[in-house]
Nanobody, 124 residues
Framework: QVQLVESGGGLVQAGDSLRLSCAASGRTFSSYGMGWFRQAPGKEREFLASISKNGGHTYYSTDSVKGRFTISRDNAKNTVYLQMNGLKPEDTAVYYC????????????????WGQGTQVTVSA
């Protein structure tokens, strides 16, 4: 089992950058594929990016975040990151990290563990 804690959210202006972190407990972090999702009020949880267990493969949403967001991980620190550049008001949401036993899925149902989320608010 793994516990996930996100951090790094906050209130920023359009065009700013943020780096979200997700710290995992336990000694088996490198056994999990990791993903980042977000959920805005009234909307479904949206896939943003995922990364394989050893960091060798990354996957991104083909829609609004590719080219602006970058996922990475440091297995020595049990942490996965989401670097977000060029933030827009429509990026406002609660951002979640998740851990998957199998692969690095691009859909919520593929993940086994979730963090509590961190709020990101982007003002115009």
């Amino acid at each position: 089992q793994v516990q996930l804690v996100e951090s790094g959210g906050g209130l920023v202006q359009a065009g700013d950058s943020l780096r979200l972190s997700c710290a995992a407990s336990g000694r088996t972090f490198s056994s999990y594929g990791m993903g980042w999702f977000r959920q805005a009020p009234g909307k479904e949880r949206e896939f943003l990016a995922s990364i394989s267990k050893n960091g060798g493969h990354t996957y991104y949403s083909t829609d609004s975040v590719k080219g602006r967001f970058t996922i990475s991980r440091d297995n020595a620190k049990n942490t996965v990151y989401l670097q977000m550049n060029g933030l827009k008001p429509e990026d406002t949401a609660v951002y979640y990290c998740a851990a998957a036993v199998l692969g690095a899925p691009m859909f919520p149902g593929g993940y086994d563990y979730w963090g509590q989320g961190t709020q990101v608010t982007v003002s115009a």
